[in-house]
């Protein structure tokens, strides 16, 4: 099973609100989960010698949410789609992508989240001004975890 195969796994998943999904096969085993706890486990069983596990992307869905209480008027969060390491820069030698006061549209990369050493891009999906970041750079996320307040336009 390849990469693709996954992808299109994950997409009938989304589209049938399939939470779980596991399959079995000579020397191939697949479980993945979707919801509040996200667990994806991906094993080949056989007795090749070891190699390195095909990372399975995140189940792509939207960050934006409505208002949460407690939260400014008119605030929207951006919430963490994963479960990984939260990064505000490409690299460690460039500039953050985002500051409190940066107008951002839907496309605008707000920051990375490393997840199995894949580093996952993720976008404001909404128009607005950053109005908080809540998350410390290099520190782990939740899934599901607010990592941005922004100000809709």
Known sequence: ????????IIDLMKKNSISEFELERQDFKIKLKRGGSQVVQYEEVAA??????????????????????GAASGD?????????????????????????GTEVNPDSVVCIIEAMKVMNEIKAEVRGIITDILIDNA??????????????L
């Open 1 to 8: 099973m390849d990469l693709k195969d996954i992808k299109a």
């Open 48 to 69: 090749a010698p070891p190699s390195v596990p095909a990372s399975v992307p995140p189940i792509p869905f939207s960050t934006a949410t409505l208002p949460p209480q």
């Open 139 to 152: 520190k782990p996320v939740e899934f599901g975890q607010p990592i941005f307040r922004i100000r809709a």
């Open 76 to 100: 929207t969060e951006i919430k963490s789609p994963m479960i990984g390491t939260f990064y505000r820069a490409p690299s460690p030698e460039s500039a953050n992508y985002v500051e409190v």
